[in-house]
Each structure stands twice: as C-alpha cells, then as structure tokens.
C-alpha cells in the first residue's frame, strides 16, 4: 500500500526566509503524481506544486519548488523569501496516474512564519 | 475563480441521525470527490464519482455512507445514521478531467454528539 510520511508536526521560519517541509513516500509504482497542499486557517485545500514522477526536472512555482528524489522515495517542499500569508498546515500527497484521484496524505506540518 | 462551494460549514447532529453534507462543485467540472479529516488526523479518501456513478471507494465508505448528484450543480454526501466517529471535516473536491488538478472546498465540520 502507498504510504506518505512527513517527519515534521511542526516548523517556523523567519520572514524572508527560506524553509524546506519534508515528505517521503512508498509505492511499487513507476509512474504517479506528488503534490503539496496548503491548508490555511480558512481551512480550504489549496494546490501548491505538483510533479509528476517520470519528469526528472523539479517543478517550481514561484516561490515555491520541489527536491524531488525518486530513487530515495523523498518530496520536499522548499518555500524562499517566506511571507506572512505562507503560515498553514502543509500537506504532501500522492496518487497513481491512473484511474480515479485517490490521493494519499501525510499527516501534515503546520508552517509558522515569525515577523 | 470559480470555486467548490460547502453547505453547512459547520453540522451537529445527534449519533443515530442521518446527516446529508452539500456540495456545489465547479461547473464544468466533471468529477467529483469526498474527503475526510478526523481531527489531528491525516486527509482519507473517501470517494469518487464520475458519469452519475461511483468510480472508487475506500474501506471507509461503508453501507452507511452513500453520495448522489441529484442534479446538475449538487454533489452529496448522505451518512444514514450518524456515529460519534463520523465527526470529522469532510472535504468535497472536483477536477475538469481525471488527471486535472482537485480543487477543494472549506469543508465542512460534522460533529456527532
């Protein structure tokens, strides 16, 4: 069964500071999608980043972009010049490409940024 | 931007009752998801729906649960009778197509008391 695991309950950063929120994975599978979810207070899922796994190239959104090591099964999320609307839980996924959108949560880390 | 919108944000409900969670999911969107997080807890699939038919379920879903689109714009979540470990949020998402990106709602809180 496919499992995600993040290690960090909790992290704080500085404003204008960059923090890296750690994930990792298993699956048997070859091919599937990893994302990052941030759930701010207002408690909506918001889509951060998404990989997919046969793209070698880390995905980058802004101010927001992946480690991705597919051979170690790691998915971290690196979030540069931290601001204060960034404070939110963070949630790494996964899913297989096919069939329906199962996407598999970690337990989240809830994301302080210190003025 | 358009948005998956929930009703009610927050439920209570008496264990044994039946509660029916709403969802208006984007509109041409064409598949359709419940989630649930029990408090301090991790996301879990629940569901997905697509052509007026579940395409998957969890082990989660049981007898007790059921989902209906009973129109063009509502996506439902029914729970026939209510346990005290059904509290948790409950998120309803959608995706234009099956690879496309979910959007999620608020979410809605059900607490079973």
């Known amino acids: 069964a496919q499992t995600v695991t993040q290690s960090q309950p909790e992290m704080s950063v500085q404003e204008a500071e960059t923090v890296t929120l750690s994930c990792t994975y298993d699956?048997?599978?070859?091919?599937?999608?990893l994302f990052w979810y941030k759930q701010p207070p207002s408690r909506q899922m918001i889509l951060v980043i998404r990989q997919e796994a046969y793209k070698q190239q880390n995905a980058t959104e802004n101010r927001f972009s992946v480690n991705f090591q597919k051979a170690a099964k790691s998915f971290s999320l690196k979030i540069s010049d931290s601001q204060l609307g960034d404070a939110a839980m963070y949630f790494c996924a996964y899913r297989i490409i096919q069939g329906a959108q199962k996407l598999v949560f970690g337990q989240g880390t809830r994301l302080t940024i210190n003025p | 931007e358009p948005e998956v919108t929930q009703t009610p944000s927050h439920q209570v409900t008496q264990m044994g009752q039946e509660v029916i969670l709403r969802c208006v999911p984007i509109s041409n969107h064409l598949y359709f998801y419940w989630y649930r997080q029990i408090l301090g807890q991790k996301v879990e699939f629940l569901v997905s729906f697509y052509n007026n038919e579940i395409s998957e379920k969890s082990e989660i879903f049981d007898d007790q649960f059921s989902v209906e689109r009973p129109d063009g714009s509502n996506f439902t979540l029914k729970i026939r009778s209510t346990k005290l470990e059904d509290s948790a949020m409950y998120f309803c998402?959608?995706?234009?197509?099956?690879?496309?990106?979910?959007?999620f709602g608020n979410g809605t809180r059900l607490t079973v008391t």
């Open positions: 699956t048997s599978e070859s091919d599937y999608y």
């Open positions: 998402a959608s995706s234009l197509e099956g690879n496309s990106p979910l959007h």
